[in-house]
């Protein structure tokens, strides 16, 4: 009967020559991707979210009596007096309602003047269209 046991280190042996020896970049090679998806959710995430609450913040600090405002709850109102975060709205003749700074979503001066812009731009696209020798109408 043949030895086996030394035929079979002899195949182990051989098959460890023949495998590939590791670069020894374990953790640098989970570096880049790391790093490069830590960019995208900082590009497609955080940024514009910083954006919108410095814009909010800025609408919120330069809101003055007198201002037409929307509340989160769907409230429609007009700035009577502002206390530090306190924020009184006057929502009909003799009804006024004390609510957070936080809770005054949009002031719809802005948004109407936004609106008014958004229309600007439609128009002018209309007359782009009618400029390039179309009627305006899509065939």
Do not use: C, H, N
Not at 15 to 28: R, V
Not at 38 to 56: C, D, H, N, S, T
Not at 120 to 133: L, M, N, V
């Amino acid at each position: 009967m043949p030895p086996v046991l030394p035929t079979i280190q002899l195949l182990v042996l051989q098959a460890e020559e023949q495998t590939p020896k590791s670069s020894g970049g374990g953790w640098g090679s989970l570096l880049i991707p790391a790093v490069l998806v830590i960019g995208i959710f900082y590009f497609v995430l955080i940024l514009p979210e910083r954006k919108k609450q410095k814009a909010r913040t800025a609408m919120l600090a330069g809101m003055k009596k007198g201002d037409r405002v929307m509340t989160t709850s769907g409230l429609y109102g007009t700035v009577a007096l502002i206390q530090d975060d306190v924020v009184t709205l006057q929502v009909a003749d003799g009804v006024r309602l004390r609510f957070s700074r936080a809770a005054v979503q949009t002031l719809l001066e802005e948004e109407g003047k936004a609106k008014t812009a958004e229309k600007a731009d439609e128009k002018t696209a209309e007359t782009a269209g009618e400029k390039a020798g179309g009627d305006g109408k899509k065939p």
